[in-house]
C-alpha cells in the first residue's frame, strides 16, 4: 500500500515528506524527482506483546510513501503528475495553510481545483474508453459501468463518492480512477500557526465530502524528525504534544484506507500485520505467507485484550478465552492469529 503525498507546486510537499520520515530531501522543484520512505505506526499491543514474550525481533505495521512532485504550475498537473499520482494506492493533498507573496492562503480552494482536475483527467480517461466500446461493443457491463462513472464525474463529484459493489468495482480497477482513490488532507501551517486555526470554508468543504483534515506545522515537525529520539520528546513537550507527526499521522492514514491490524507472537518474533476491514482469516493467513492461505486449516484467536488481561496463551486457552475459526471468519482489530496449516 503506497500513498502519494500530493498537490499543487509549494505546498509544502517535501517538508511534509521529511517531517514523516526524517529524511532531508531537498525541497522545491527538484527536477520532478519522486521521494519515498515510510514510517512505522505505533501501536501499544504490538509493545505489550513484546514485553510479555521478549522475543528477538519487534516489527510494527509500515506505511509507505511517495512525495509527488506538483509540477511547475500554481494550480495545474501536468501528465507526468498525473501519471504518478495513478500509481498511488492513497493520496493525501498538502493544501497551504500560508501566504505566498501577496496571496493570502486560501486551502478550500486547493482542495476544489486540485479535485476538479483529477475529475477531469478521470473523464478524459472515461470517455475515450466508452467511445470505443460504443463502436465495437465488446463489453456491455463495462460500457454501462463507464457510462454511469461519467454521469457521477460530470456532476463534478469523485469516484470514491459513487456507491459501488465489488462487484463492479472489479471492472474499473484497471483504469485507476484518480478521484476513486482514497483521500485525506494536510493543512501545511506556518511556523506559529495554530493546529486549531482551520478557515469555516475548509471546515465545511471537509465535512460535505467526508475528508479528515490535519492541521500542522511541517516545517517545525521536519526539525523535530531529525532529531535524536531522546531530543525528541523533549521538544514535543515543550510545544504540548505526546508524540511526533509521523504517528498522529499514521493512525489517521490507516483510518482512511479502512485497515486494521491483527497479532501474531512468539519468542522468534511480536508483529503487526495491516488488513483491510472485513476481510475473512484466509485473506489474513495470504498477507502472512500465501503458503499459509493455501493450506488453510483453522485461525487460533485471542483478542488482544483478553490476552493482556490473563498474560499468556495457555491462561487464555485454560479460560476458554481461545477461540478456533474457519476461514469465512471476518477479522477484526487486534485479533492475535495463529495459523494453523498444511501444505
Not at 511534509?16 to 522543484?29: D, I, R
Not at 469516484?159 to 485525506?184: I, N
Not at 498477507?287 to 483453522?298: K, M, Q
Not at 485471542?302 to 496463551?313: H, K, N, T, Y
Request: aromatic share 6%.
Amino acid at each position: 500500500m503506497k500513498i502519494g503525498i500530493v498537490g499543487f507546486a509549494g505546498s509544502g510537499k517535501t517538508t511534509l515528506f521529511n517531517a514523516l520520515t526524517g529524511q532531508s530531501a531537498p525541497t522545491g522543484y527538484g527536477g520532478g524527482k519522486v521521494n519515498l520512505g515510510a514510517i512505522k505506526v505505533p501501536d501499544r499491543r504490538v509493545d505489550r506483546l513484546a514485553e510479555i514474550d521478549d522475543p528477538r525481533k519487534t516489527t510494527y505495521a509500515e506505511i509507505a510513501f511517495a512525495d509527488v512532485p506538483g509540477g511547475r504550475g500554481d494550480a495545474s498537473l501536468d501528465p507526468q503528475t498525473l501519471a504518478r499520482i495513478r500509481e498511488m494506492d492513497a493520496l493525501v493533498q498538502v493544501a497551504r495553510g500560508f501566504g505566498a507573496g501577496d496571496a493570502p492562503p486560501d486551502p478550500a480552494r486547493e482542495v476544489r481545483e486540485f479535485e476538479a482536475e483529477l475529475i477531469l483527467s478521470d473523464m478524459q480517461i472515461a470517455e475515450k474508453r466508452v467511445e470505443r466500446l460504443k463502436k465495437d461493443r465488446s463489453d456491455m457491463r463495462q460500457l454501462a459501468l463507464l457510462e454511469r462513472c461519467l454521469e457521477h464525474l460530470a456532476a463534478s463529484m469523485p469516484l470514491r463518492d459513487l456507491v459501488l459493489s465489488d462487484e463492479d468495482r472489479a471492472p474499473l480497477s484497471g483504469f485507476a480512477f484518480l478521484s476513486g482513490k482514497p483521500l485525506m488532507v494536510v493543512l501545511s501551517l506556518p511556523e506559529g500557526g495554530s493546529e486549531r486555526a482551520m478557515s469555516d470554508d475548509l471546515v465545511a468543504l471537509a465535512a460535505s465530502k467526508g475528508l479528515t483534515v490535519m492541521p500542522l506545522c511541517s516545517a517545525i515537525e521536519a526539525e523535530i524528525a531529525a532529531l535524536p529520539p531522546a531530543d525528541q520528546k523533549e521538544f514535543l513537550a515543550d510545544l504540548g504534544q505526546s508524540e511526533p507527526a509521523s504517528a498522529r499521522f499514521a493512525r489517521a492514514a490507516f483510518g482512511m484506507l479502512d485497515l486494521i491490524t491483527f497479532l501474531t507472537h512468539g519468542p522468534d518474533e511480536c508483529r503487526a500485520w495491516p488488513l483491510h476491514r472485513g476481510a475473512t482469516a484466509v485473506e489474513a493467513a495470504r498477507v502472512i505467507h500465501s503458503d499459509l492461505a493455501r493450506g488453510f486449516i483453522r485461525a487460533e484467536v485471542i483478542a488482544f485484550e483478553e490476552f493482556d488481561a490473563l498474560g499468556s496463551e495457555a491462561a487464555c486457552r485454560e479460560a476458554g478465552k481461545l477461540r478456533i475459526e474457519g476461514r469465512d471468519y471476518v477479522v477484526r482489530d487486534g485479533d492475535i492469529c495463529h495459523i494453523r496449516f498444511n501444505v
